[in-house]
């Protein structure tokens, strides 16, 4: 294990030397900011670790409806809940809405967190074939019977290989069926679609038959689980044991979640700033040879020949000073990925950097 002594945004210090990260998911470079960090640590020294006594009983920290408050400013929701780690949040809505649909059709590539939340059910589980509408509706008409409903449940951008999925198309299909989508934008937090609110934003579904949520430790740079959505599923999910039998998350982070919502909502900018290096990152790796998609997604992905030689690359850009991920994460085939990650406070002399040397390790094999 190398230790990481540092925040670990674009550049980052490891067993105590710097190093230029472009591994993780820290997507807006938030974890460094400074002012929401003793904000945090603040909310701690004030209130300690947790709410002693849970919201059922009647009491609350101030910081969890202030998180809560944020949330539904920056997402223009009705409604929304906040709670210990983004994991739970596939749990506690599929179980919020059990009354409400007959069988779970999932994307096979799912998170783990998902397809775990879908198994707790007891309800029969289909899956489908990975960001593909059109099998998902075949596996629709071959499974749903008549009067049943069906929920649909798919990660919004998948974390290995960065890319989105077709939720537009999921939506009118779980509309047609008069069911429900469930979305896990744990990774497209922040940084997908106009305001940055995930690819619900992107593709402008309403909040009617939705439910999204997740994890705040990726874009958002802070800890923590968030659902976003109307009143009645929200409600719902906060009536759950899943979210009543746990503590419902560490007031530093939940401290942390608010303002780093807040800052996102009042600066634009920063997602400005985060599309303009995610652009530059991969016009880069094209130039290079590395032919990647130019969407607005954060993470690039490439496969070479074998294992061993992603192992050599991420190796050799490591002793040159620049951390990628190798990756064995969920959706990466069984040789594994090189996933590399933007983060705004790059520099044009990082991206160079990396792509100097991707080439040079790469010498003729791209
Ligand atoms: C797609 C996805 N969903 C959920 C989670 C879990 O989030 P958390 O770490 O906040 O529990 C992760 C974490 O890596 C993830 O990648």
């Known amino acids: 294990m190398k230790i990481m002594e540092s925040r670990s945004a674009g550049k980052m210090v ?56 944020e949330a539904r400013l920056f997402f223009d929701s009705e409604d929304s809940l906040y709670f210990s780690g983004g994991y739970a949040f596939a749990s506690i809505a599929f179980q919020a ?31 489908f074939n990975y960001v593909d509408p059109i099998d ?3 596996k629709m008409k071959m499974h749903l019977k008549q009067n049943q409903r069906p929920i649909i449940a798919t990660d919004g951008m998948f974390p290995t290989y960065g890319n989105l999925a077709p939720v537009d198309k999921y939506y009118d299909i779980a509309r047609k069926h008069g069911g429900w989508l469930l979305i896990d934008e744990s990774h497209s937090f922040g940084i997908i679609g106009p305001n940055g609110r995930g690819v619900f934003d992107k593709y402008d579904l309403s909040f009617d038959n939705l439910i999204v949520g997740g ?11 968030l659902a976003v959505g109307n009143s009645f599923v929200i409600r719902k999910m906060a009536n759950t044991t899943a979210y009543k039998g746990a503590a419902y998350g560490m007031t530093a982070a939940a401290r942390l979640t608010a303002e780093n919502l807040k800052y996102i909502r ?6 400005i700033k985060a599309r303009a290096n995610i652009s530059r990152l991969k016009q880069s790796l094209n130039r290079i040879g590395l032919s990647v998609d130019e969407s607005d997604s954060p993470v690039v992905s490439f496969e070479l020949e074998s294992k061993d030689d992603m192992i050599n690359l991420q190796n050799y850009l490591e002793k040159n000073g620049v951390f990628v991920m190798y990756s064995t994460y969920v959706g990466a085939g069984p040789n594994g ?30």
């Open 266 to 271: 009042l600066n634009p900018s920063v997602l």
């Open 337 to 366: 990925v090189i996933r590399i990650a933007s983060y705004p406070d790059h520099t044009e002399e990082d991206i160079q950097l990396l792509c100097r040397l991707i080439q040079k390790h790469l010498n003729g094999k791209i």
């Open 215 to 225: 994890s705040t430790a990726k874009g958002f740079g802070a800890y923590g689980g």
């Open 14 to 69: 490891v067993d105590s030397k710097e190093i230029l990260n472009f591994g993780g998911c820290g997507y807006l470079g938030l974890c460094d900011h400074q002012k929401n960090l003793q904000a945090a640590s603040d909310e701690l020294l004030k209130v300690g670790a947790f709410g002693q006594i849970p919201r059922h009983y009647g009491y609350i920290n101030q910081v969890y409806l202030d998180v809560e408050k």
């Open 97 to 127: 809405l059990i009354d409400e649909y007959d069988i779970i059709f999932l994307d096979e590539s799912s998170h783990y967190s998902v397809i775990d939340g879908a198994k707790v059910t007891g309800k029969k589980m289909v899956y």
């Open 136 to 138: 998902l509706d075949s």
